[in-house]
């Protein structure tokens, strides 16, 4: 059976397709539209998923939605659907209407069937949070598991506690909305003069460079309480939830921690501990509610979803500060990943089908032979000649402090390059940080870059720590190798590694391993594939213009190599 998932109007929009429980495609909007972290409706995303199903959508038994507006029908709202003021407004507004007859809200999922020419065609809607825990756990590899899903808002709530069997989830408790961890990160992330949804990543940075324990923190921490296993965030210090905006912070949080940083404001010492302020009360929120879902299941693995757990740092630390053993997080555990969770819970749990494979990597995106590869060097009136080992020459030139692009086989799915379309640097010079940032990603020089690691070596940087595939975790380097590999290591010491098998990528496994017998360094600087603002390159059009507006020296498309 074939479902179509989408991923639409949400942070990142998204198409992914499943066949018998096994992703066999799917990719973010932004990377065809060149339109960074695009919410639109995921259009050409689909038809990349379609493109191998013959019949196109009459190829595909369902579709799935990430999200359900069902939720909000729950309560009769006469002003919007007392009269439809359109025909097809009848779809919403006769069960809006109905609300009022029935017993219990509306809740879980909604279908709609839609009568064509063929055959029906199927529509689930998935409630949001289920959509993410169907995304952490059908994709890992646990026959059982606890789940906690985490993010700015679904449709009525912030985060979803559950267990996982088999092909079934059941719901534990939710945290309502306004009551929010990824938007609290959020607020603060905008009140350091960053954007909300997009630059949290730039705080979780700036956190290492804070004190922990500074009076920020001591002031933060009191405006979240945790009791009875749930989080309850003091409103009176956040706007976030209130309509029409009025910022993401109140008066009172500015009269608390004074005065909001302007964009491009330079950053003092105080803003450096209220990065780290919300840093540490997010992992304190998260910890405790990770304790008290242990306490409830008994369960030593768990798996993970929703786009605060993009948060490596905090990733790191859960097995050695929480009762848990294992855990899993996906490639894509933000809201592009939910096209993929929302077909799966049409196929295990509406279904009731059987799981598919675990998520062992994350190429699902388009593929580009080498014809077409060579036609778009050609329609570039550009000469590229063609090599017999391009992972070779790419060591090479790595190892003579090149900074290479990287492009081959299928795209990744989700906000991390993992070896098909990077930017690769060697990690041995300091330096390196500071000239990649320069002539490639513009970005904050404070702003760490992660090491792809052998995983066969992976203990000689990170000691006894399980392996890392998708950069979902940030983990202390070893002492004594944090000066092998200085350009990937941050200010506290610690690096967000990518673990690299022969298994998952042969190609890029086959790089790392010249590379490392070129330098003794089974490692090498791996960064996406993008300028500042621009999501990942998707086509080898993308890459070559890439190339062009930035510093790189050396691209790699296929077996053809570019130079300047």
């Known amino acids: 059976m074939r479902i179509l998932g989408i991923a639409s109007d949400l942070h990142i929009s998204s198409a992914a397709l499943i066949e018998d429980g096994q992703v066999v495609a799917a990719a973010a909007e932004e990377r065809f539209t060149r339109s960074k972290h695009a919410r639109a409706f995921p259009a050409r995303a689909i038809d990349y998923c379609l493109s191998a199903v013959p019949g196109g959508l009459d190829g595909v038994e369902r579709v799935a939605v990430s999200t359900n507006p069902a939720i909000d029908l729950s309560v009769p709202d006469g002003r919007h659907t007392g009269r439809a003021r359109w025909h097809p407004e009848r779809l919403y507004s006769i069960p809006n209407n109905l609300a009022t007859l029935v017993d219990a809200p509306y809740q879980g999922h909604a279908t709609q069937i839609l009568q064509t020419a063929g055959k029906p065609l199927h529509i689930d809607y998935i409630y949001h949070h289920d959509a993410h825990a169907a995304n952490a756990f059908f994709l890992s590899p646990f026959e059982s598991a606890a789940i906690l899903t985490v993010d700015g808002r679904g449709e009525d709530c912030t985060a979803l506690s559950a267990i996982g069997d088999r092909n079934t989830i059941a719901a534990i408790d939710t945290l309502p909305y306004p009551h929010s961890l990824g938007l609290l990160y959020g607020a603060v992330t905008q009140y350091l003069g960053f954007r909300i949804d997009r630059d949290e990543w730039k705080v979780m940075g700036l956190a290492a460079y804070g004190d922990p324990d500074s009076a920020a923190y001591k002031s933060l921490r009191d405006l979240v309480d945790f009791e009875d296993g749930t989080i309850r965030v003091d409103l009176n210090y956040f706007g976030y939830y209130l309509q029409p905006p009025r910022g993401a912070v109140s008066e009172a949080f500015i009269r608390r921690f004074g005065p909001a940083r302007q964009p491009g404001e330079a950053i003092t010492s105080r803003h450096h501990d209220v990065a780290a302020a919300v840093q540490h009360v997010l992992e304190d929120a998260l910890r405790y509610l990770l304790v008290n879902l242990h306490q409830q299941t008994g369960e030593r693995r768990v798996a993970l979803g929703g786009g605060t757990f993009m948060n490596s740092v905090f990733n790191g630390k859960i097995t050695s500060s929480t009762p848990f053993d294992e ?70 030139a790595l190892a003579d402090g090149e900074i290479v692009g990287w492009f081959q086989g299928r795209m990744e799915l989700g906000q991390r390059a993992l070896g098909n379309r990077s930017i690769l640097a060697d990690p041995r010079s300091p330096a390196m940080r500071d000239r990649v940032n320069d002539a490639v990603k513009f970005r904050e020089t404070w702003r760490p870059f992660a090491p792809a690691v052998l995983a066969e070596d992976f203990a000689t940087y990170f000691g006894a720590e399980p392996a890392v595939p998708f950069m979902e975790r940030t983990l202390a380097v070893r002492a004594k190798a944090r000066s092998l590999i200085p350009a990937a290591v941050h200010v506290d010491g610690t690096a967000r590694p990518q673990t690299v098998t022969v298994d998952s990528n042969p190609l890029f496994h086959r790089l790392i391993t010249a590379f490392r017998d070129l330098t003794g360094v089974g490692a090498v600087l791996n960064t996406s594939f993008n300028l500042a603002e621009e999501p990942i390159v998707c086509s080898p059009q993308d890459a070559i213009r890439t190339f062009y507006s930035s510093g790189l020296d050396l691209l790699v498309l296929g077996n053809r190599v570019l130079t300047k």
Not at 343 to 353: D, I, R, W
Not at 360 to 387: C, M, W
């Open 327 to 396: 855990i899993y997080i996906s490639s894509c555990p933000d809201d592009s990943g939910t096209s993929i969770g929302a077909a799966l819970y049409t196929h295990c749990v509406l279904l009731g089908s059987d799981r598919g494979p675990a998520m062992t990597h994350n190429y699902y995106g388009p593929h580009f032979d080498q014809t077409s590869i060579n036609e778009a060097l050609s329609r570039a009136k550009l000469r590229a000649p063609a090599v017999d080992d391009p992972a070779n020459i790419a060591a090479h």
